[in-house]
């Protein structure tokens, strides 16, 4: 059923209060029935919640009428209007918070106010006879759009019969394939959209998009076709859609042109005999119905419609387009490696119904619906068809079958689908290089010619085998060996660095082997397929573990089964069905590799004299915090932070594991506790200090036990109240406070093979009450202080703006020490989005002088924690508005002079390069760090590609 057509347009999120409800309710009423709802949202970088997004649609059935013209004549020139008293442009966008005692329709100079879309006026005036460049912040007036981060797209609320997927900049469409139905979140944007409907909607409309990018809209696009160049680089800041009926066309197939025939041409002669054979006495069965009276309606209908002849050609690789094949001739090539990249598919005229079919390119994925011989794929873009849908349409679908199938590149001749079903792969970047297709009546079983299996638990080795081989270093690749033999060798310090497999013998149809490797000093490499080396054949390095499994046919009837040989381990137990089988240890490899099939749920083969253990990884450490006002928090892996951070919460409890390893020993924890002192210590997954008591943790010991504690050390630290991150220690030593009252606010955990490097500093790991002395590298007196100290800021401040990092000096920090931690705190926020007076978290948002200010509280560094004139602080840059003191704390920080100014020309590491309007972090080697626009958020340039500064601010003197 067709249903009022709605086309819901948003430019960038807009509050609720924006449009009035009664409005769109009256503008739906107006729009006549043409097809269904495609409703959308975007969501731009505005840092507005999602419970604030709002579905606009169109005001006026002549907008949505005149939006389906020009989509459908693909011209289209006029915007489409998203109210009908007004148009997008007039719509109001939300607002930064303005000062309660800034009146409504006072506007401050353009050096004072941030435009609406949160891009603030240049804070400087241009230098006499140079223009504005890129690298200026453009005026209000030319501010662009945000680009649009996330999409969703609804047909009448459901998520059902529409699905989209954008490209993102420097990627490509297989880079993921995949389509979404649900919200689609891009994060830093994308340059390019594609769309395409589903399901019975595809056959009977046509989905119509385009995108605004660079201050221009780009063509109409129509039904999964690309809606910017390949090569664009350039975001999305709006989009456009709409849904439209098909519209009936005269038939415009292009007639195929004779060729003369030529030697690299005979092969088009391959056929398939015995489908034209059952092609033509279906035919002649057909002739002979026709001369007897049937009262059967369908065998009436059947025999008023013949078997229509099928007619198709392939554009081939080097090629091009071929002569037409029919009834199951074969359509492109078979043992050349040549690629299909378009097809043509039709009916004899006069036939009650058609035939329809769609490919699935590479790059593209998959195209609209094609009809009647109009291409499918492409031509001069060597493009590789990868898999193809074909069925019939109209009457014939209700009395015949299409059947066809293709030969794909390392498979072959895949077996017979029918009716819409796909051939060929998807995500697997594999091209079709020949098909074929033919009509037959419903219910005929399928073409000759297609691959048979097993239908019950027969022995697959009298079927086919599994084949593999080894790679060992110094030896290179040794003999092909089946089903359980031995691959590789026992010679001492010998060791495999790879191997390859292969299903061959009797082919089981749509199955194929998959496997992948790990070899010393890399995690797993990415799955291949059989007949593909995986490992470092060639190399020095150790194979140490494999998986393997069959897909298709083979994985319903068979177990594939596979072990490993381990240099002073011995054999491993047997592993299954991608399970993992070896050892990662620095000094183990795979010497030996065994494969085998056996019958669906059959017995595995014999493991006597093995370990009781297929797989020994490396150890993984996984540990969890129970917290004030939280309770236990999820689970988190070695390196990652358990408790909290910048939240003044306590941690009262802790827990740790490891799991992954055949390795005795467990991991071991003891806690320093309020009013209690040092706990006993507690065994693996054991809790170690309390719950429910409202007890704080101030320091942490930690240790290994059997071979773990011979095999890797534990390092650990923890985030103290006032100090911050602490030293490493470990193996039992003490990390944290004691006699000082101070909590403990986060840990983290990591195991090291034993005498490795540490995670990085160890001094200060852990303070007594008695050795609280000189707090880190002091300043003159009347400039900014440093400390190990966390700063602190007013208590009304709210989430992001009461963020501040946290200091990472020790007590006894150098200049050299605050110095580094500034600017690697500055490295931190590159690729954070520029967001007008933030100074917020990295990811969050920052401004020039929010950026500032991060980077000097990673030294501990306060510089005023209230919204005072004279405090610096997120909450104070931020609260009073567009308009208020603190917008022009670039300005203010020089002004202030609670940091040494020095010339230009003596800049160091570390300094503060100032503009008029504008602040930037000096990392040394002519190099600086800054928060400069929309367009580009925190990057990292050459001084050279600005103006020289103003002056220069030395915060460590």
């Not at 026709?290 to 099928?310: I, S, Y």
């Not at 050609?313 to 001739?329: D, F, L, P, R, S």
């Not at 007196?781 to 709210?798: D, H, K, L, P």
Request: charged residues 20%; contains cysteine; hydrophobic residues 35%.
């Amino acid at each position: 059923m067709l249903r009022k057509l709605k086309v819901y347009v948003l430019s960038l999120v807009l509050c609720l209060s924006m449009v009035p409800t009664a409005a769109l309710a009256e503008a739906a009423d107006q729009i006549e029935t043409l097809a269904p709802i495609l409703s959308f949202c975007l969501n731009a970088q505005e840092g507005v919640e999602d419970s604030s997004k709002v579905w606009v649609s169109y005001a006026s059935k002549e907008d949505a009428q005149k939006a389906v013209e020009e989509a459908q004549a693909a011209k289209p020139n006029t915007e489409l209007n998203t109210q009908e008293a007004e148009s997008p442009a007039q719509v109001a966008e939300p607002q930064e918070q303005q000062p309660a005692e800034q009146p409504a329709d006072e506007v401050p100079p353009a050096e004072e106010v941030p435009a609406q879309d949160e891009v603030p006026a240049a804070e400087t005036t241009q230098p006499e006879g140079q223009e504005g460049t890129n690298d200026q912040v453009p005026a209000n007036d030319q501010t662009p759009k945000a680009p649009t981060t996330s999409i969703e797209m609804r047909l009448d609320e459901n998520n059902e019969g529409v699905e989209y997927r954008v490209r993102k900049q420097g990627a490509d469409w297989d880079d993921p394939e995949q389509w979404f139905t649900s919200r689609l979140d891009a994060q830093e944007g994308f340059v390019d959209l594609q769309v395409r409907l589903t399901g019975e909607l595809a056959t009977t409309h046509d989905v119509w998009y385009r995108v605004h990018t660079n201050g221009a809209w780009l063509e109409w696009a129509k039904n999964g076709a690309s809606a910017a160049a390949q090569d664009a680089n350039t975001l999305v800041d709006d989009i456009q859609a709409v849904i439209a009926p098909k519209q009936e066309t005269e038939e415009t197939a292009e007639q195929p042109v004779e060729q003369k025939e030529t030697e690299s041409q005979v092969v088009q002669k391959e056929t398939t005999e015995d489908v034209k054979v059952q092609v033509q006495q279906t035919q002649k069965k057909d002739e002979q119905a026709n001369k007897k009276q049937d009262t059967n309606a369908a065998l009436t209908t059947q025999k008023e419609t013949p078997v229509p002849t099928v007619t198709y050609q392939a554009h081939v690789q080097k090629i091009g387009w071929q002569k037409e094949a029919t009834n199951g001739g074969v359509a492109g090539t078979s043992g050349r490696s040549l690629r299909v990249e378009a097809i043509k598919i039709k009916l004899p005229a006069g036939i009650d119904g058609g035939i329809t079919y769609q490919a699935h390119v590479q790059k593209e994925g998959w195209q609209s619906w094609r009809s009647n011989g109009e291409m499918a794929g492409t031509s001069g873009k060597s493009r590789r068809v990868e898999a193809m849908c074909i069925k019939l349409t109209g009457n014939i679908e209700k009395i015949y079958d299409v059947w066809y199938r293709t030969h794909v590149q390392k498979v072959g001749w895949q077996d017979w689908v029918k009716n819409g079903e796909m051939a060929g792969t998807s995500g697997r970047s594999l091209r079709i290089e020949a098909l074929q297709i033919v009509i037959l009546p419903k219910g005929s079983q399928k073409p000759a010619g297609g691959d048979t299996e097993p239908t019950t638990g027969a022995d697959y080795t009298s079927k086919g085998s599994v084949s593999y081989r080894a790679s060992v270093g110094g030896m290179g690749w040794l003999g092909w060996v089946s089903d359980g033999d031995r691959a590789g060798t026992f010679a001492s310090n010998t060791w495999m660095n790879g191997f390859v497999a292969e299903l061959s013998g009797k082919k089981i149809s749509n199955s194929e082997l998959h496997y992948s490797a790990v070899v010393e000093g890399e995690d797993w490499q990415s799955e291949v397929l059989g007949g593909t080396n995986a490992g470092r054949p060639g190399t020095t390095k150790r194979l140490q573990a494999v998986r393997l499994r069959l897909t298709g046919n083979a994985a319903n009837l068979y177990d594939i089964y596979y072990r490993t040989y381990i240099n002073g381990e011995g054999w491993l137990k047997w592993a299954k069905n991608n399970e993992k089988a070896g050892y990662i240890d620095s000094q183990k490899g795979v010497q030996v590799l065994e494969v085998k099939l056996v019958t669906k749920g059959g017995a595995a083969p014999s493991s006597s004299g093995a370990k009781d253990f297929a797989f020994s990884g490396r150890p993984e450490l996984t540990y969890r915090g129970h917290v004030q006002k939280i309770g236990w928090q999820d689970w988190v892996k070695e390196g990652e932070t358990a408790g909290t951070s910048g939240r003044s919460l306590r941690v009262e409890a802790l827990q740790a594991k490891i799991a992954n390893t055949a390795m005795s020993g467990e991991i071991q924890l003891r806690s320093h506790v309020q009013r209690i002192g040092w706990q006993d210590w507690v065994g693996q997954g054991g809790t170690s200090g309390t719950s429910g008591r409202s007890l704080r943790v101030e320091a942490l010991q930690a240790r290994l036990t059997g071979e773990l504690a011979n095999k890797y050390d534990v390092y650990y630290r923890v985030h103290a109240q006032k100090y911050g991150w602490l030293g490493w220690a470990k193996n039992g030593e003490s990390a944290g406070t004691a006699g000082l009252s101070l909590r403990l606010e986060a840990i983290e955990l990591r195991l090291v093979e034993k005498g490795g490097a540490a995670p990085g500093s160890t001094s200060d790991c852990f303070v007594d009450g008695s050795s609280v002395g000189k707090i880190g590298y002091q300043n003159p007196a009347g400039y900014y202080q440093v400390s190990s100290f966390n700063v602190r800021i007013t208590n009304a401040a709210t989430y992001p703006f009461n963020y501040i990092t946290p200091s990472r000096i020790s007590k006894n920090a150098s200049r050299s020490d605050c110095v580094n931690a500034f600017l690697d705190r500055a490295r931190e926020y590159l690729g954070t989005p520029y967001k007008w007076n933030y100074a917020c978290a990295p990811g969050v948002g920052v401004d020039c002088i929010g950026l500032v200010y991060q980077c000097a509280y990673a030294c501990g560094m306060d510089m005023g924690g209230g919204t005072g004139d004279t405090d610096f602080n997120p909450w104070a840059h931020w609260i009073t508005g567009a308009s208020g003191w603190h917008s022009h704390d670039s300005n203010n920080f020089w002004n202030y002079g609670n940091a040494k100014h020095v010339p230009v020309s003596q800049k160091k590491a570390g300094d503060v390069l100032y503009w008029p309007g504008h602040v930037a972090i000096y990392m040394g080697s002519n190099t600086i760090i800054e928060a400069y626009d929309y367009s580009t958020g925190v990057i990292q340039v050459n001084l050279s590609r600005r103006d020289t500064p103003t002056g220069c601010i030395r915060l460590f003197q």
